[in-house]
C-alpha cells in the first residue's frame, strides 16, 4: 500500500515533465529487434526542421502516440520512428533572411558556405519541435531518431535517383514546371495551390497580315504575348475556317504568327481564338509541340519582363501588365476588358502567384510506378480509413503526370550527376566522380540542383531503417503497420510513400493509412498566420497540461472530419482530468487496513460491486474494439461516460458506506477491493490517451510493475459481465434518480428522510430493491421503502414517477415545510401577476405595436405566455399543498 495521498489540487505542471523524463531515462520507448515477439511501427510524418508544434502536429501525433502505446500495453514488439524532413525551401529561406541580416547573401559566401551555415541553423534551432512533441506526451524512439539528410537516408536517395536512371524512369528533359519567382526554384504540380480569385479577361486584336481584317483573342496574362508563336482555333469553328493557315501580325512586337486548327481549343471560351505561348503554359507547350512553334522565354526567373521584350525589359511582370494594356489601348487594338474569375495557381510555401515557365529539369516517369500502387489499394492490400479517400487516392494516380524533382536550390540532397564540359557527357552515379567516363577528362561539372523535398521523404518507411542494407530492423519492422496522416498531403507524401515503397522497399510501406482532418478554429477556418487565429498548442499545455489538450483533440473526432477548436472543450477536458484526479483521491484517503492480496469470494460481491465490474468489463472491450477499429474518438468517449458518470457519479457513492464502515472489514475490504481493481485497471484503459495523469494516479495507488506505460492492456474481462446486475443496478440507479428529482421539484427540506412507495410492474425486481433498500435510504434519503402489494389503495398526496419496471409513490407529508413553502409559492406568484400586468399593458399599447418591430412583439407574446403557464403551475402547486 502507498504511504502517500496524492496533491490536493490537480496541477499537471508538477509532474508532466518527471514522467516524461523517466519514461525516456528508463528507453521505455526504445524498440528492440526481437524476432519472437509481434511487431507494430509507425514511422512519424516528419515535421520540417524549420518548424515548431502547431494543433495540426498535435493531433496528428496525438492518434499516432495512442496507437502506440495501446500496442505496447498489448505486448506487441513496437516501433514509432521519430524524426524530420530538411525541408528545402523553408530552411534556405531562414539561412537566407539571417546572411540578408549580415549584410550578406548566399551568392556572396558561395555554396559551400551557405551549406555549412545551413547545417549551423539546423543544429542549433532544427531540434525545436522535437522537444515540443515531447512536451505533448509522444513516446516516440528517440534514440533511432532521423534526418532526411543524414548520412544513411543520403545514401538511400542516391541510390534510388540511380537505379531510376538506370532504369530509364528518370530523364532530364525541357518542359513548362511551375515556378516560384519568390522561392527561384521549379515546382512540383502538388506544390501549386490553386485558388479562385477575381481577374480580368483582355480582349485583343490580331491583325491578318496584309489586310484590315483581324482575329480577336482573349487572355488573362497579356504580358506573355511577346513569347506567342502562334494563334489556335478549333478545326470545327466556322468563324476561322477560312482564315486557318493565314499568317498574323502580333501587336506591339510586330512579328508574323500563324492561325491554326488545334481540337484542344474550346470554342465557347472567350472569342473562340487562343493566343499560344509554348514557352509559359502548359497546354500551349504541347500544341506547340504538334505544331512545331518555337518557344520563347520572356520572363526572368524573378518574375521580370527578359531583354527580349524592348521597352519592358526589366519590368515585374504586373508592372509590365499595366503598361502593356495602356500602350495596346493607345494602337487601338484593345477591344475590351471584362471582369473574370479563374483558378490562379500559388506556392504553397510563400504563396506568390506561380509562373508556368519552360525550363530544363529532371522529370521521373510516373505510368509504370503508379500502376502497382493503385493495385495495392484496389485489391485491399493497402487499406484507407475512412475508406471514401480510396477513391481519391486511386483517380489521382491514375491521372498523373511526370513529377519534376530537381529544385534550383542549395539546401537539399544535390542531384548526382555531372557533366563533361570537354565531350558533353552526362554521368549519373552512386559515388563522387572526378573523371569522365567516356572521354577520361577531368573538366566536370556536378548538377547544381537539388532534389524535391518528398523525393527523400518518400523513402522514409524504409530509409529510416537501414535500406538499402537488408537490416534486422527492415526485417522486422517493415512493412509498417499504419501511417498517420492529415487528408492534405495524400499526394505529396503518402502516394510517393507507396510508390517507392513498392519499387525498393519491395512491399507496401504501411497496411493501414489513418486519415484525420484539420483542426479549425471555432468559426471553421484553417488556422493561418494572416487569419491571426492560429492556437498555441504550447501555450495550452503549459496552461492545462498535454492530457487535457490531448483528451481535447480525442474526443468527438471522427476519422477523416475536419474538427473544431473551443476553449470549452478544453475546459471541460481538464474538468474531466479533475474528476479522475478527485476520484483517485478519495480512493487514497480511504485505504486504511488495504490487503493487496485479498480477492472477494464471489458471494461477498454486493449489487453496486457486479454492476461497476460489469461495466468496465463492457467499456474495456468497447475501448479495444474501437481502437482496433481506428475509431479513437468513440474510444475516449466511452471511457469519459464511463469515468465520469458511472465510476465517479455512482459506484463511489455506493460505496462509501461500507468504505466507512470500521466494524464491518469484511465489507471495507471488498469495496477496498472493487474500487481499486476498476480504478487501476481503468487507468490502464485510459493511458493512452493521457499518459500523465495516469502515470502519476498509478504510481500512487496499489500496483504491480514499473510504469503503467508498460503494465498488461486489460484483456479477457468478459467473465465479469453480469447482465443481470446491470439490469437490477440500473432500475435501482433510476428510481434514485426519480426520487431526487421528485424532491428537487417540491423543494423538499435538505436531509428529511421520505417514506417511498414502490409497486413493481416487473416482478423479478422486487427481491433487489429489498435487499439494497440501502442504497434508496443512502442516496436519495427515501427511507422507510415500503412495498406495495395488491391489497395496498393508492396513496394520497404523493408524487409519482415511472421508471423500468418500477413505480415510485413519494408521499409529501412530512417532506415538505408546507408553510415556509405556501409562504414562498405565494410570493412567487404576487412577482408573476406583477409581470403578466405590466406586459399586458405594454402589448395592449399602440404606439408600441405601431413603432416595435415584429420580431420585439412577437418576443414579448412569448415572455407573456411563459409567465401565465408559470403562474398556472404555481396556482395548482399552492392547492396542492392546501389539501396537505
Not at 216 to 225: H, K, S
Not at 529 to 535: A, E, Q, V, Y
Not at 725 to 745: F, L
Amino acid at each position: 500500500m502507498q504511504e502517500t495521498n496524492i496533491p490536493k489540487v490537480y496541477d499537471p505542471q508538477s509532474f508532466e515533465k518527471k514522467w516524461y523524463e523517466f519514461w525516456e531515462k528508463n528507453k521505455l520507448f526504445h524498440a528492440k529487434v526481437q524476432k519472437d515477439k509481434k511487431t507494430y511501427s509507425i514511422v512519424i510524418p516528419p515535421p520540417n526542421v524549420t518548424g515548431q508544434l502547431h494543433m495540426g502536429h498535435a493531433m496528428d501525433n496525438t492518434l499516432q502516440d495512442i496507437l502506440i502505446r495501446f500496442r505496447r500495453m498489448q505486448g506487441y514488439n513496437t516501433l514509432w520512428m521519430p524524426g524530420c524532413d530538411h525541408a528545402g525551401i523553408a530552411t534556405q529561406a531562414k539561412v537566407d533572411a539571417a546572411l540578408r541580416e549580415e549584410g550578406s547573401s548566399r551568392h556572396e559566401i558561395g555554396r559551400e558556405k551557405f551549406v555549412e551555415r545551413a547545417w549551423q541553423w539546423k543544429e542549433k534551432f532544427g531540434s525545436r519541435i522535437m522537444y515540443q512533441l515531447r512536451s505533448l506526451g509522444s513516446s516516440c524512439d528517440w534514440d533511432r531518431e532521423r534526418f532526411t539528410m543524414d548520412e544513411g537516408c543520403s545514401k538511400a536517395v542516391r541510390e534510388v535517383f540511380v537505379r531510376l536512371y538506370e532504369e530509364g524512369l528518370i530523364y532530364q528533359g525541357t518542359r513548362i514546371t511551375n515556378w516560384c519567382p519568390h522561392c527561384n526554384t521549379a515546382l512540383s504540380d502538388i506544390e501549386v495551390e490553386h485558388e479562385t480569385e477575381m481577374g480580368h479577361l483582355y480582349h485583343i486584336r490580331y491583325n491578318v497580315e496584309g489586310t484590315d481584317e483581324y482575329v480577336e483573342i482573349a487572355t488573362t496574362r497579356p504580358e506573355t504575348m511577346f513569347g506567342d508563336t502562334g494563334v489556335a482555333v478549333h478545326p470545327e469553328d466556322e468563324r476561322y475556317k477560312r482564315l486557318v493557315g493565314k499568317m498574323l501580325v502580333l501587336p506591339v512586337v510586330g512579328r508574323l504568327i500563324p492561325l491554326f486548327a488545334d481540337e484542344y481549343v474550346d470554342p465557347q471560351f472567350g472569342t473562340g481564338a487562343v493566343k499560344v505561348t509554348p514557352a509559359h503554359d502548359p497546354n500551349d507547350f504541347e500544341m506547340g509541340q504538334r505544331h512545331d512553334l518555337e518557344q520563347i522565354l520572356v520572363m526572368t526567373n524573378d518574375g521580370r519582363m527578359a531583354e527580349n521584350t524592348g521597352l519592358y525589359a526589366g519590368m515585374d511582370r504586373y508592372e509590365c501588365r499595366r503598361r502593356l494594356i495602356e500602350d495596346l489601348k493607345s494602337r487601338g487594338v484593345l477591344s475590351g476588358i471584362e471582369d473574370h474569375e479563374h483558378a490562379v495557381g500559388h506556392c504553397s510555401r510563400c504563396d506568390t502567384t506561380v509562373e508556368p515557365m519552360i525550363s530544363k529539369q529532371w522529370f521521373v516517369k510516373m505510368e509504370s510506378l503508379a500502376k502497382p500502387a493503385v493495385e495495392v489499394v484496389k485489391n485491399g492490400k493497402i487499406k484507407f480509413v475512412p475508406e471514401r479517400f480510396t477513391k481519391i487516392y486511386c483517380n489521382w494516380l491514375e491521372n498523373i503526370r511526370d513529377w519534376c524533382i530537381s529544385r534550383q536550390l542549395w539546401w537539399g540532397h544535390q542531384i548526382p550527376a555531372w557533366y563533361c564540359d570537354n565531350c558533353g557527357e552526362t554521368i549519373v552515379s552512386r559515388d563522387d566522380v572526378t573523371v569522365c567516363t567516356k572521354c577520361g577528362s577531368n573538366h566536370l561539372r556536378r548538377d547544381e540542383d537539388v532534389l524535391d523535398t518528398w523525393f527523400s521523404s518518400g523513402l522514409w518507411p524504409f530509409e529510416t531503417m537501414g535500406w538499402p542494407e537488408k537490416t534486422e530492423e527492415l526485417k522486422q519492422f517493415y512493412p509498417t503497420s499504419v501511417l498517420v496522416t492529415g487528408y492534405d498531403i495524400i499526394f505529396f507524401w503518402v502516394a510517393r510513400m507507396v510508390m517507392m515503397g513498392l519499387k525498393f522497399g519491395e512491399d507496401i510501406p504501411f497496411k493501414h493509412v489513418f486519415i484525420h482532418g484539420l483542426v479549425r478554429d471555432s468559426q471553421g477556418r484553417k488556422m493561418s498566420k494572416s487569419l491571426g487565429n492560429g492556437i498555441d498548442p504550447v501555450e495550452v499545455i503549459e496552461k492545462y497540461g498535454a492530457d487535457t489538450l490531448r483528451f481535447m483533440l480525442i474526443t468527438g473526432n471522427t476519422p477523416g472530419n475536419d474538427m473544431r477548436f473551443y476553449w470549452e472543450r478544453v475546459e471541460s477536458a481538464r474538468n474531466f482530468a479533475n474528476k479522475l484526479w478527485n476520484a483517485s483521491r478519495f480512493m487514497l484517503m480511504n485505504l486504511e487496513g488495504f490487503d493487496k492480496d485479498f480477492v472477494p469470494e464471489q458471494a461477498e460481491y454486493t449489487l453496486a460491486d457486479k454492476w461497476i465490474l460489469s461495466r468496465y468489463a463492457h467499456t474495456a472491450a468497447s475501448v479495444t474494439k474501437n481502437l482496433e477499429n481506428f475509431e479513437l474518438g468513440e474510444a475516449a468517449r466511452s471511457l469519459y461516460e464511463f469515468i465520469w458518470n458511472e465510476f465517479c457519479d455512482w459506484y463511489i457513492e455506493l460505496s462509501k458506506a461500507r468504505l466507512y464502515d470500521k466494524e464491518n472489514i469484511a465489507a471495507r475490504k471488498t469495496a477496498q477491493y472493487v474500487l481499486g481493481y476498476v480504478l487501476e485497471h481503468t487507468l490502464r484503459l485510459l493511458h493512452p490517451f493521457m499518459p500523465f495523469i495516469t502515470e502519476e494516479i498509478w504510481q500512487h495507488i496499489p500496483h504491480e510493475g514499473e510504469s503503467v506505460m508498460t503494465s498488461l492492456w486489460p484483456d479477457g474481462e468478459n467473465g465479469k459481465i453480469d447482465a443481470a446486475a446491470e439490469k437490477n443496478m440500473t432500475a435501482v440507479m433510476e428510481t434514485i434518480k426519480a426520487i431526487r428529482n421528485i424532491r428537487a421539484q417540491v423543494n423538499a427540506v435538505p436531509g428529511r428522510k421520505s417514506e417511498v412507495i414502490l409497486f413493481f410492474a416487473d416482478r423479478s425486481l422486487k427481491e433487489t430493491f429489498v435487499e439494497n433498500k440501502g442504497y434508496l435510504a443512502s442516496l436519495a434519503a427515501a427511507e422507510p421503502m415500503t412495498v406495495w402489494t395488491d391489497s395496498m389503495v393508492k396513496p394520497e398526496n404523493a408524487m409519482t414517477a415511472v421508471v423500468s419496471g418500477v413505480e415510485v409513490y413519494l408521499p409529501m407529508a412530512g417532506l415538505i415545510d408546507v408553510e415556509k413553502e405556501t409562504a414562498r409559492l405565494t410570493k412567487e406568484m404576487i412577482n408573476l401577476d406583477k409581470e403578466i400586468e405590466r406586459l399586458a399593458k405594454k402589448l395592449s399599447n399602440e404606439g408600441f405595436l405601431a413603432k416595435a418591430p415584429a420580431e420585439v412583439v412577437e418576443k414579448e407574446k412569448e415572455k407573456q405566455k411563459g409567465y401565465t403557464d408559470k403562474k398556472a403551475a404555481v396556482q395548482e402547486r399552492l392547492t396542492y399543498l392546501a389539501a396537505l
